[in-house]
């Protein structure tokens, strides 16, 4: 079945410390891929996002990701976490399929310790 | 640029009553989508809107409609709520589809 899974439910890192999220998807065509954050309460941020091109891409405050096709991934990485970054991470798919529905992992949860 | 507005952002209903929510996307944006978000089942999708047009739609009973108008702005309308409709309900615009961005959502409670 098609889906993106985030196999971790809540990290802790302490800050400073580099912070690595996993995202795997299962799609036969390469999708569109997507990092988004949410804050308690709050909508969904777009961090980033990988259409086509180059597999290693920027986004804001700091993150970046890369897309690897033989391993279906989409990890989301920051080489030096904030106290401010605590919060909800979703990784998600638009399957490219010629719908634009996004399919949202499960979401990973990061806590900051001082 | 303004981004995507919603209203109203909190919400509460009972049983049986309908609702609805309004969306109003970035300009220039003519695509509106909608999710739903709970606890139990995350993030899904609702339908998506394209030019006034439904261009695709989730799995969600036929209790859920939406609507798109000529500027874009839509509404999402849920009819005969039941408990399990309370949830956190995004909009999204896009120009075309692809690159989402959300609103702040509407907080809607069923009692």
């Known amino acids: 079945a098609q889906s993106v899974t985030q196999p971790d439910i809540h990290i802790t890192v302490s800050e400073g410390a580099s912070l690595e999220l996993r995202c795997n998807y299962s799609?036969?065509?390469?999708?569109?891929l997507f990092w988004y954050v949410q804050s308690p309460g709050q909508g969904l941020q777009l961090l980033l996002k990988y259409f086509s091109g180059d597999t290693l891409v920027q986004g804001i405050k700091g993150f970046e990701a890369e897309f690897k096709r033989s391993q279906s991934s989409f990890n989301l990485r920051k080489p030096s976490v904030h106290w401010s970054d605590a919060a909800e991470y979703f990784c998600?798919?638009?399957?490219?399929?010629?719908?634009?529905?996004?399919?949202f992992g499960s979401g990973t949860r990061l806590l900051v310790r001082p | 640029k303004a981004g995507v507005t919603q209203t109203p952002r909190y919400l509460i209903k009972t049983r049986g009553q309908q609702v609805t929510l309004s969306c109003s996307p970035i300009s220039g944006h003519r695509s509106v989508s909608w999710y739903q978000q709970t606890p139990g089942q995350g993030l899904q999708f609702l339908f998506e809107?394209?030019?006034?047009?439904?261009?695709n739609k989730g799995n969600f009973p036929g209790r859920f409609s939406g609507r798109q108008f000529s500027n874009s702005r839509s509404e999402m309308n849920v009819s005969t709520l039941e408990l399990g409709d309370s949830a956190l309900y995004l909009c999204a615009s896009s120009l075309r589809g692809e690159e989402q961005f959300f609103g702040p959502g509407t907080r809607l409670t069923v009692l």
């Open positions: 799609y036969g065509a390469t999708p569109y």
């Open positions: 809107y394209f030019s006034e047009t439904q261009r």
């Open positions: 998600a798919v638009v399957p490219g399929d010629s719908s634009y529905k996004l399919i």
